[in-house]
T-cell receptor
């Protein structure tokens, strides 16, 4: 099966600019996640979708970050305006509904550098 | 709030030595615990998954144990090879299908 696709792979922007990332999950996976991984740290969950509804966005900085999942498939994550501390790898993952199974598949991530 | 800690943060061993990576978590109400491998510039690859009712899982040279009551898991990698050099992350899954990650252990296996 095809993996989780993310684009772009790399992005360099100046602070206060805006940026958007795209994710295409594995076909049939109802749950989609966006994680932020700062260099040297583990991934931190930003937002979790179940189909096209938000399940958990408690750690999403909503003053500058937004995300949507149209038709329960693809998703975009946007940052506007970007800050230096947003420099990180943004990982998208998808999983099945089974809470006891593994089911998680991660994309290769988008590396964002804010200068 | 679940917190996951991994010790050590970095580890360097000569080829052939066994690796022992530790993971601890604060809330024992988990569905499962998963070990991932991350290579530089890449995504995460799942290595082993241990259900909350299990004590250990094995895959080739990898063995992971889980002691849910004490909030600990250990990943053993036998007879390490330079190709094992990577960052290893543990993550626990709790209610809501949510994964909480540790900070990772960076492993370097020297030829």
């Amino acid at each position: 099966e095809a993996g989780v696709a993310q684009s772009p792979r790399y992005k360099i922007i100046e602070k206060r600019q805006s940026v958007a990332f795209w994710c295409n999950p594995i076909s049939g996976h109802a749950t989609l996640y966006w994680y932020q991984q700062i260099l040297g740290q583990g991934p931190k969950l930003l937002i979790q979708f179940q189909n096209n509804g938000v399940v958990d966005d408690s750690q999403l900085p909503k003053d500058r970050f937004s995300a949507e999942r149209l038709k329960g498939v693809d998703s975009t994550l946007k940052i506007q305006p970007a800050k230096l501390e947003d420099s990180a790898v943004y990982l998208c993952a998808s999983s099945t509904l089974r809470s006891g199974g593994s089911g998680y598949t991660f994309g290769s991530g988008t590396r964002l550098t804010v200068v | 709030k679940q917190e996951v800690t991994q010790i050590p943060a970095a580890l360097s061993v000569p080829e052939g030595e066994n690796l022992v990576l530790n993971c601890s978590f604060t809330d024992s109400a988990i569905y499962n615990l998963q070990w991932f491998r991350q290579d530089p510039g890449k995504g995460l690859t799942s290595l082993l998954l241990i259900q909350s009712s299990q004590r250990e899982q094995t895959s080739g040279r990898l063995n992971a144990s889980l002691d849910k009551s004490s909030g600990r898991s250990t990943l053993y990698i036998a007879a390490s090879q330079p190709g094992d050099s990577a960052t290893y992350l543990c993550a626990v899954k709790a209610a809501g299908n949510k994964l909480t990650f540790g900070g990772g252990t960076r492993v370097l296996v020297k030829p």
